[in-house]
Structure formats: structure tokens, C-alpha cells
């Protein structure tokens, strides 16, 4: 196939997209209309189900197959890293020298830290309940772990940081969702559809069967993912040096990252 043909391909392909787009657009209710039958039939199986959350109901209830989904487009994103930023044969590890942090910098970033860990925390356990949820809370609560490395230093984000855990925890979050959604099946109903467990008590913690659960593993596999993927590229920024650098002392990040 030569390159005149792949144009063609191209354009014939992105004429009927767009084509589809504007016919999409030229279809959509007046704002602020009343014409929401998704939105009326999601909030109708979100109350059903005692998850006072209907994005939350929406992600890991209603179209729980299309988060698994989204989880396995992470989980590959992380893989890809880890092999691509793998230490190559012409690379050393080099001990990273400590730098001096400003005071105010330092305060301000421990002194936020622990805040920062409990809202992601706190926005995982709630997801059910209110704004938020495994993929929200699970970005807040890793990358605040992070201001260790602007507070203090790196060897202080390593010790509470490693990363071989993490990629263990990463892949048993995945493989909890998976689970649960065959113990569906298991149980003669569809693949992780909500009927496992009772529904509880309405704006509980409780509530909403498998939906805290589904939502835990997402955080837990986010948070993990999140380390793993921020400590490669902070080991070829700060540790990667190429072996010719050796007596130079010069590194070359820009080539091998």
C-alpha cells in the first residue's frame, strides 16, 4: 500500500466521521429541554439500587463492562512504561545526591501531605455517596504521597514507596474486579451485574451492593498504577545515568527516556 492510498483511507475514513458527528449534533435535544431518557432511566436504576451516586451507579453498575475496560486500558498503559523505561544494558543506577529544599516549601508539603492522603481516601470510600470515586480518590491520594519528594527527598519518597508492592497490589486490584464480576456469574446472573450483595440502607456506606466494592478495586489498581508509572519516570530523571557518563559525571536523559 503506497502512500497516495493510505491518504485517500484517510480522508474517505475522516469524511464519514465527521459526517456521523454532524448528523449527531444536528439530532441533539434544545438545551436545557426535558428530553433526557438516559439520564431518567440511570437515575431511576441508581435509586433502585440504593446508590445515591448515580455516576457512580453509571461506572460500576449500569456499564461495569465499560470500566473493566477502562481498567485494562491503564493496566496496559503501565505495562507499556515499565517495559519501555526498563534499565538497559548501557545504564547504571547512580546514588541521587540530596538537595536542599526551601523551608516554606518543606512545611507546606508535609504539612499538606497527610491532609491530601485522607481526601483520597475519603473521596474512594464515598464514591457511592457522593462526587468522586476509585479513579478520583486514587490519583489524589498516590501523587499527594509525592510531596514527600518536593518536601523532603528522594530517598524519603523510596522508603514509603516500594515499587515492587505496588505492582503486586496493582495487578490483585484488577484481578479483584474480574473476580467479582464472575462471582456473578457464579451465581446464575450476567457478568458483574449487581446482585451479589443487598442493597443497604440508602446514603450509607453500605449502600449499593457490589458498587463500593467495584469501586475499591478501581482505586486500589489506580493508585498502584499511578505509583508505578510516576517511580519509572522519576528513576530515569534521578538514577538512569548511560554508562559512558561514568567519568563525566553528565546524564543523558533525553535520549533513553
Known sequence: MNRRVRLWIVLVGGAGLAALLVAACLDLPGFGGDRHPYGDRSVRAS?????????????????????LGEMGILFASVLGTVVLLRQTRDERRATPRPVAVAPPVRRYALAVLPVAVLTGLYVIAHGQLSPGGGFQGGVVAVTALHLLYLGADYH??????????????????????????????????????????????????????????????????????????????????????????????????????
Open 156 to 257: 524519603a519518597l523510596e522508603r514509603i514507596r516500594p515499587v515492587g508492592r505496588y505492582e503486586v497490589g496493582d495487578a490483585l486490584a484488577a484481578s479483584a474486579y474480574l473476580v467479582l464480576g464472575l462471582a456473578g456469574v457464579l451465581a446464575g446472573t450476567a457478568f458483574l451485574a449487581n446482585t451479589l450483595l443487598p442493597y443497604g440502607t440508602f446514603n450509607t456506606l453500605s449502600s449499593g451492593g457490589t458498587v463500593p466494592l467495584l469501586n475499591a478495586a478501581i482505586g486500589m489498581e489506580v493508585a498502584c498504577a499511578v505509583v508505578v508509572l510516576l517511580a519509572r519516570f522519576l528513576d530515569q530523571a534521578v538514577e538512569i545515568e548511560k554508562e559512558s557518563g561514568r567519568d563525566g559525571g553528565e546524564r543523558d536523559m533525553t535520549e533513553e527516556a
Open 47 to 67: 435509586l433502585a439500587r440504593h446508590t445515591a451516586n448515580t455516576i457512580s451507579s453509571v461506572n460500576f453498575d449500569q456499564r461495569a463492562f465499560d470500566t
